[in-house]
Every structure is written in C-alpha cells, then in structure tokens.
C-alpha cells in the first residue's frame, strides 16, 4: 500500500484496511491482525494526526478507530462479524458463494416443480438473517456476481430471471 502526502479520512483508513486484507490474502482475521502490523498503525497515527490533530497517539486512540474502521467496513458489506472478534472479508470462494448455494438448496430440495425457483429478493432477505444477521449489509451486487458466479459453476441454476434453484 502507498501513502500519499494527502491527508487521509477515517473513510480513507477503512479502504485501506480493506485493500490490505485483500493484498495480504486474508480471509479471516482478527482486531490484532491490525494492530500487529507496524504499517497500519503508522497509517493510523496519521490519520490521527490529519483528522483529529491528536497529540497523543496512544493505543487506546488506535484501537478505537481501527474498531471505527471495521464498523465501516462492516456497515458496507466488505466484511462480516464472526464469533468472538473475528472477522472475515466477504467474497464468493470463502463464504458468500456457499452460503448462497446452501439458502438456494434449502429452499428448493423438496420441490417437485422444477420451474419453480427461488427469487433474488427472498434470497436477499434469507442472507440478511443468516447466522444472527452477519450479512445484513452484503450489497445486492455482491450477491447477485456470486449468484451467477454460482450459475456458471453449475451449481445453481437460473429457472427465470432472478430466480434459481439447485440441482
């Protein structure tokens, strides 16, 4: 990750959060997996400095805006709350694409009727309930690239637009 000389956003530090977790490979990760590393802590005492021009850049102010940040992160789908401060970054071969084929098998493995398909916006509703709400704010676009990423596997398949069933 590059710094530039501009000043950076707590908005600006969860993007960078973000495109660490991915640069890095990390699936799943926890609050110190940040906290660890001596890059996003330099790149949190400056946004501490550009945006509250705190003088006393404890660990204390640290740890509140990387908790900031991932609530951010959270808050837009990038990444999901797992059991005890856990935290996974959400992407269709780590969790979205089986959780979806898993809600689309659910609802379809007693039917007999094999026009009958389950709509995108039920499937929306059943994934923002899943697991205590971990995937309440997983964009509708997310969903629907993992959906047809799902499709092209064979997976699932498409019996309408916007409804699918399993095999």
């Not at 660890?36 to 949190?44: G, L, T, Y």
């Not at 007693?110 to 499937?123: H, K, Q, T």
């Not at 709400?133 to 699932?156: F, H, N, P, T």
Request: charged share 25%; with cysteine; hydrophobic share 40%.
């Amino acid at each position: 990750m590059t710094q530039s000389q501009t000043p950076l956003s707590e908005d600006d530090f969860a993007t960078l959060l973000h495109q660490y977790l991915i640069h890095k490979g990390l699936t799943t990760f926890s609050h110190d997996t940040f906290l660890s590393s001596p890059e996003i802590r330099n790149i949190a005492n400056r946004v501490l400095l550009d945006q509250y021009e705190a003088t006393e850049l404890t660990e204390k102010r640290v740890i509140f805006l990387i908790n900031r940040a991932l609530a951010k992160l959270w808050k837009s789908g990038k990444i999901i709350t797992k059991e005890d401060g856990w935290y996974e970054v959400v992407n269709h071969t780590a969790n979205l694409g089986m959780v979806l084929g898993h809600l689309v098998g659910e609802e379809t493995g007693g039917l007999d009727d094999s026009a009958v398909g389950v709509p995108l916006n039920y499937i929306l509703v059943r994934l923002r309930d899943w697991q205590g709400g971990c995937y309440k704010y997983v964009k509708r676009e997310a969903v629907v690239q993992s959906l047809a990423l799902l499709v092209d596997s064979s997976e699932i398949y498409e019996v309408g637009r916007a409804e699918y069933r399993s095999f």
